[in-house]
């Protein structure tokens, strides 16, 4: 089975750093383009960060850009997201994602249709 699974979230201070992984199983992630997206109570889901086959490229949103690092291990086939300088903002579930649409540079905000089951993020002021 094609599996997804986050882990990682905590309760933080503003200013602190966490680092969430998503272990994936059933495929090869190198092959294909993984995505980091948040979900807040009354905001739009926003793509946060994105990854690329074979590490071939990476995204950032405007709002995490300089704070957030995306990487892969192949080896463990898990994608991170390195978090710091955590803001009361960054408070979501996150999730991460993939279309299995093998071999492609990864975009923002594209049609995932793989799912994990997400990990709370909250930052206290």
């Known amino acids: 089975q094609v599996q997804l699974v986050e882990s990682g979230g905590d309760l933080v201070q503003s200013g602190g750093s966490l680092r969430l992984s998503c272990a994936a199983s059933?495929?090869?992630?190198?092959?294909?383009?993984i995505g980091w997206v948040r979900q807040a109570p009354g905001k739009q889901r926003e793509g946060v960060s994105c990854i690329g086959s074979h590490d071939g490229n990476k995204g950032y949103s405007d709002s995490v850009q300089g704070r957030f690092t995306i990487s892969r291990d192949s080896a463990k086939n898990t994608v991170y997201l390195q978090m710091n300088s955590l803001k009361p903002d960054d408070t979501a579930i996150y999730y991460c994602?993939?279309?299995?649409?093998?071999?492609?540079?990864?975009?923002?905000?594209?049609?995932?249709?793989?799912w994990g089951q997400g990990t709370q993020v909250t930052v206290s002021s």
């Open positions: 994602a993939t279309d299995l649409i093998i071999g492609r540079a990864c975009t923002l905000n594209p049609d995932y249709n793989y």
């Open positions: 059933g495929f090869t992630s190198d092959y294909y383009a």
